[in-house]
């Protein structure tokens, strides 16, 4: 069986790639305290003992309010950890998935979808030491596979607890009849983690560089779900357009799947995910 490496297995991604690939792969999912990807020398000597054949990298600081005031602490984190990962995999020969974000392309002026040979300038911390770290970890090894993720979900494990995602705040609003309020002025990718999950193993066989990864989306996230109310017959009245958020700096980071798709790897679209999932969840739940 090949050995699989995931970092960050604690967190929303990272625990469920390793209920995911267990089984198929023989995986070693430290925690933060067993590798601190911060320390090289203890990165170094997990490769040694376990020698993977794969890296899934997805620790990191993601919260990207905590990157505004905490820079210095989460640049350690996501620039430098992610570079020692992919240092570490290039030393030992392993093939190394990184997790970047949609956010590299918050501040572009590029109207329509993204493609990962844009020039891009971040307009926030944790971008930037996306960008950064996407930059390090190639040029420590240019085989790895750097996957910019757009805002991911889940509906099958609703009831655990966990930082809140896109469906799960959905949901829990609905249930307590709170108003659904949603920018007008955000348009991007939101994704089913599901798919990334099952997706990843096939990025294994790309060759080294940036891709995009995740659902494409041309709508604002306000006309997403009302589509997706439409299409579920779910009651609408409640949605109301949030014309404030992102109203002084509009934010389109959504992203091309075209480099993805030439390489036979495919996301349903946002709208098309959304309702086939939420035509799963029980209506009880709303
Ligand atoms: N979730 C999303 O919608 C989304 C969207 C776009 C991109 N991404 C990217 O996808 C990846 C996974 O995101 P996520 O939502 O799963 O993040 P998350 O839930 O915040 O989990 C982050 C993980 O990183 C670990 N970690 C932090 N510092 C560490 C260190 N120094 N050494 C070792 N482990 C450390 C944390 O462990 P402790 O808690 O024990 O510190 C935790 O397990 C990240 O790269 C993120 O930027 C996520």
């Excluded at 570490?88 to 093939?95: D, I, Y």
């Amino acid at each position: 069986m090949k050995r699989l490496l995931v970092t960050g297995a604690s967190g929303f991604l990272g625990s469920r790639i390793v209920k995911f690939y267990s089984g198929k792969y023989d995986v070693l999912a430290p925690g933060h305290s067993e590798m601190d990807i911060t320390d090289e020398e203890n990165v170094y000597k997990v490769f040694k003992n376990f020698k993977p054949h794969f890296v899934i990298h997805s620790a990191a600081v993601s919260d990207v309010g905590m990157c505004d005031r905490e820079p210095e602490r989460s640049w350690k984190i996501n620039v430098d950890g992610s570079r020692n990962i992919a240092a570490a995999s290039a030393e030992f020969h392993a093939k190394c998935l990184l997790c970047s974000s949609d956010q590299v392309y918050f501040g572009s002026n590029v109207k329509g979808l993204h493609r990962e040979d844009e020039i891009v300038s971040p307009a926030n911390t944790y971008g930037r030491e996306k960008k950064k770290a996407e930059e390090e970890c190639l040029d420590k090894n240019p085989e790895c596979v750097l996957l910019r993720l757009s805002w991911m979900y889940d509906t099958r494990t609703m009831s655990e607890w966990e930082h809140s995602d896109f469906f799960r705040t959905l949901l829990s609003r609905l249930q307590a009849q709170e108003d659904l309020c949603y920018p007008v002025y955000d348009v991007r990718g939101i994704t089913d983690v599901n798919e990334v999950l099952f997706n990843f193993e096939k990025t294994l066989e790309l060759k080294g560089g940036v891709y995009n990864f995740g659902s494409p989306n041309d709508k604002n996230t306000y006309e997403t779900v009302r589509a997706m109310f439409m299409g579920l017959k779910w009651d609408a009245a409640r949605l109301k357009r949030n014309e404030e958020a992102f109203a002084s700096n509009p934010r389109n980071i959504s992203m091309s799947p075209a480099k993805l798709n030439q390489c036979g790897i495919t996301f349903l679209p946002t709208l098309e995910a959304l309702i086939r999932n939420g035509s799963r969840i029980d209506t009880d739940m709303k």
